[in-house]
Nanobody
Framework: QEQLVESGGGLVQPGGSLRLSCAAK????????IGWFRQAPGKEREGVAC????????KYTDSVKGRFTISRVNAKNTLYLQMNSLKPEDTGIYYC????????????????????WGQGNLVTVSS
């Protein structure tokens, strides 16, 4: 049974926006570290953004800073990734993931620290 359910991907033109959602079904996201990762065709999976449940601090990979925003709504047990000014190089499969530990800051350099993963959502940026 899926524990993290993603939605919101699709096809968008360069410069457009999309919002990805990730709803947790089996556990509370309140205090855990949550991240968004992506895998582009022919490339390794990379961390895009993360947020600490304990402090609310966030981190972004350099290529998306100023364009993407990670957020969470605890009341809905849902994580979001707002993506603006999309570029063709943002194309890939996006995954939400949960590190079920309470940390003051988040880290997305090692995806193996994340134990729960969404099903993946394809984002295609193309004209």
């Amino acid at each position: 049974q899926e524990q993290l359910v993603e939605s919101g991907g699709g096809l968008v033109q360069p410069g457009g926006s999309l919002r990805l959602s990730c709803a947790a079904k089996e556990f509370s996201l309140d205090y855990y570290t949550i991240g968004w990762f992506r895998q582009a065709p022919g490339k390794e999976r990379e961390g895009v953004a993360c947020i600490s449940g304990a402090s609310g601090s966030t981190k972004y990979t350099d290529s998306v800073k100023g364009r993407f925003t990670i957020s969470r709504v605890n009341a809905k047990n849902t994580l979001y990734l707002q993506m603006n000014s999309l570029k063709p190089e943002d194309t890939g499969i996006y995954y939400c993931a949960v590190d079920p530990t309470v940390q003051p800051t988040c880290d997305m350099t090692d995806s193996h620290e994340y134990d729960y993963w969404g099903q993946g959502n394809l984002v295609t940026v193309s004209s």
